[in-house]
């Protein structure tokens, strides 16, 4: 599992690095996250990770701070999240994540990359009950055994820990993600976390044919895209 969300990690955060909108889609979504639970991020642990994230794919500060400002004020836009699931290209699973402030135009665009591309917008929980909400840490190292120790001693449900290649990669529910994070920060002086995020990791995957790649290129291009879609997450081993 952990190579293979990592491979799938690598190509949607190489595409995404190419296209300016990866800017307004954080500061979009750090707005969100400031203006619902609070623009202290010692406070509001869910902006702190955002901003963490932020950090590490390199987005500049003026971006953060204008979105926690623009949250301060009170003014600005009302977004909400929609959830979008189906199949794409060569029978993958979907699942995309949107911050919208118009519901109509957002369903109405990501349909639109659906049956652009051969593929089927399903109904909710089509695709999300064959995915696991997970947060996950990748850093170097070579034993399990320390790391798994280390999270049962600070009472942290573990859900999965894998060593692949010189790399540790952590999987815990969502809900367990500052949890997991202080107790690996606290065993292991110095850790470095080449991943830290909450996504949507698939408990199978599919595999996507030659044939049907370049249709599965043009899909993942166009929800890339759209100005709503926040994340994407799929099943396809590509």
Avoid at 21 to 35: N, P, T, W
Avoid at 76 to 85: I, K, L, M, Q
Avoid at 104 to 133: E, P, W, Y
Wanted: net charge negative.
């Amino acid at each position: 599992m952990g190579r293979k969300f990592e491979v799938r990690k690598v190509a949607m955060a190489k595409t995404a690095a190419q296209k300016t909108k990866v800017y307004s889609k954080y500061g979009k979504e750090i707005y969100v996250c400031a203006k619902n639970g609070g623009t202290d991020p010692d406070a509001n642990l869910s902006l702190r990770r955002l901003i963490d994230k932020a950090k590490k794919d390199q987005v500049p500060a003026h971006v953060i701070d204008k979105a926690i400002d623009k949250a301060a004020g009170g003014a600005g836009e009302d977004f909400s999240p929609a959830r979008y699931e189906g199949f794409g290209p060569g029978g993958c699973m979907v699942i995309v994540d949107c911050l919208t402030d118009n519901v109509n135009r957002t369903i109405t665009d990501v349909r639109n990359c659906f049956t652009k591309t051969d593929s089927k917008l399903g109904t909710q929980n089509s695709a999300a009950f064959m995915f696991d909400h997970l947060a996950i840490f990748v850093f170097a190292g070579d034993d399990d055994e320390p790391v798994l120790e280390a999270l049962m001693e600070a009472d942290v449900d573990v859900h999965d820990v894998e060593v692949d290649e010189g790399q540790v990669s952590v999987y815990v529910p969502h809900t367990e993600f500052f949890k997991a994070k202080t107790a690996l920060q606290e065993a292991f002086d110095g850790i470095e976390f080449e991943v830290e995020e909450i996504s949507w990791v698939p408990q199978e995957t599919k595999d996507i044919s030659e044939d049907d790649m370049p249709m599965f290129e043009k899909f993942m291009d166009m929800l890339e895209d759209c100005d709503d879609v926040q994340n994407v997450y799929h099943n396809a081993n590509v």
